[in-house]
């Protein structure tokens, strides 16, 4: 990525370039290719379902089928994903399946009749070992193929998989162990395995490793009397014992997984997913691509972690479809080098990965009044064809512009799925001009398996999530405390339908806390209905978010600490997911602050003394104090303060009558002081 458009010229030569550039546009213009119609018209993505306050909206394609019932599934012999694998293998002719290479070489792939065959070895080792249908079983590795192995294996008996991963910490995969009673987990290396040592729970029996261990690991692990076995071991005791033990494929009631997330505060929670879950959501958004929907010659990189739904799902969708699914070598800086090898055709997408790629383009142009404006030429006429339903990347500016992000990539990415976080409208827009390919974004969580709106092909206004995919409807419900009213198009987004998880693991609590008695989950997400039937989502009900590095953020929790510095009077923190780090509007203690200032030989008044550096560091340092004494992690707190001098009230609206902040009327009333706050810190 770093050097693309490095070599864009300046001068002399690059006028010269322009007036080419014209006149071969000009020869484009003419011979342009046609482009195709959207799947249904964009002025109308959904149907309402029922008229009045509540505004379900469901996908087009659930009404036009007969008896206008949610999508369970795409193909009939596809109802659970060990259905789901037997149909790539019949799809692609036993074509390669899973690819993974080593240092500097290219890609080795294992095909998938012999993928099936060791999965299922894998699967029946376990059984042998006394694992049965229905027993929990973890895995705490990176994305690699004996993943997929592995889980494919449980598969084969009705066993349930169960990820751990890096960012749940030590303590938490202990609970994780302990609450789903786990007795075997798979391991990659020598570090995971030594982290579950350090907190092992006493269920914890067996852990199989995928890389050799040092010494000092068996010795441990041997002292605590926890079994290690190789996954080849496994694997072998499985082939030797294979006809002692039938087969028992799940139905598609059967949990497939318990997808543990973790939020802000408590222990992580267990969502339940069964096989039809996920195969509904996967179905649904296959059948929303129509024609562009992944096939048996398409090859997937896989980077993003195994462990969270969005990476799952993309991978389910490939082996449905018999294609091919190629593993990062697990470094994120080689991620581009792993690209170039494996010559992806289509690739999931977080927004911060796709930010890097705006920002180092943008950041390669930006010294240049000629190359900025050569790329906005090339984004405008890009941008025309999206308009006309043409997506390409054969015209002059990719030759000229884009060429080498695109290489940067592989050079044949087709489809990028982009999800987990809100994305920018100039990112997203820029993706799709830079990169010429079909470029959706979808919005669910991880309570519904992965997206339940996607965005569809043709449609290229960003900055909304699309329509309700066929798994499921969309609701809206008021939410009075925030002034959201389904009446006016806004509220709690709420679905349901055949994507629905069976609720948390193990606490029937929470589950009732995000799920009506009549079935809808609620997200806790504030959305909007654009008069076209696509959603946009503009707020978060519990004041959750998510920073763009992916960190959640409880303002709420952030402002009890800060509250009690001397010379906080009233606090306001701001941050959005498509930021990387938070601020605060602060109101100070007028006591407090010109105590401090007259020790301090400061003269003023408050409004003076907001506008004074030395009180702004002292409260920033205070607070940050604070912060730290109670724990805050570091992008808690917040990297810039804006101090006000008038109260928050009831008068000037940005406090309810019961002394609650109003927190968008506070952000719409801050606006030019966030901004600016945020310009300063980028
Ligand atoms: C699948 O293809 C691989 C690679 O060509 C081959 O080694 C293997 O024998 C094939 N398996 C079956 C069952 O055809
Ligand atoms: C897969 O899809 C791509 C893009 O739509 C198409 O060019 C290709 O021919 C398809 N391949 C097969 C085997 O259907
Ligand atoms: C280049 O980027 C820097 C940092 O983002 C910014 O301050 C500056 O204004 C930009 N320059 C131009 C010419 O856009
Ligand atoms: C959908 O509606 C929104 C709001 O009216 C509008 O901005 C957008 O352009 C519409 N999208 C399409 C594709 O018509």
Redesign the pocket.
Known sequence: MEEALDWVPGGAAGVAMIAGTVALGTYYLATRPKGRPPMFP??EQAFLEQEGAEMIRTSRFCKDSKDGKFMRCLYEDCRTLYEAFRRGAKESNNGTCLGWREKNKPYQWLHYNEALLRAKNFGCGLVHLGLQPGSHVGIYSQNCPEWVLVEQGLYSYSMVIIALYDTLGADACAFIINQAEMNTVVCDDDAKINLLLDKAPSCLRRLVHIKDLRRETVARARKQGIELIRFEEVERLGSAHSHSYRERPPTPDDICTVCYTSGTTGNPKGVMLSHENVIACVSAVLLQLGEHRPNRSDVMISFLPLAHMLERCCQVAMYMQGGSVGFFRGDIRELMDDMKVLKPTLTPAVPRLLNRIHDKVMGTVNGSTLKRMLLRMAMNSKFGELQKGVVRKNTIWDTLIFKKVQESMGGRIRLLVVGSAPLSGTVLTFVRCALGCVVVEGYGQTECVAPCTLTIQG?C?PE?VGPPLACSSVKLVDVPDMEYFASAGQGEVCVKGVNIFKGYFKDPERTKSVMDSEGWLHTGDIGMW???G?LKIIDRKKHIFKLSQGEYIAPEKIENIYIQSQFVSQVYVYGESLKSCVVAIIVPDVEAVKQWAGENDIPGTLSVLCADDRVKALILSDVTRLGKEAGLKSFEQVKDIYLHPDPFSVQNGLLTPTMKTKRPQLKAYFKPQLDDMYSRLN
Do not use: A
């Open positions: 964009l002025n449609d206004v909304h654009l008069p076209n696509t």
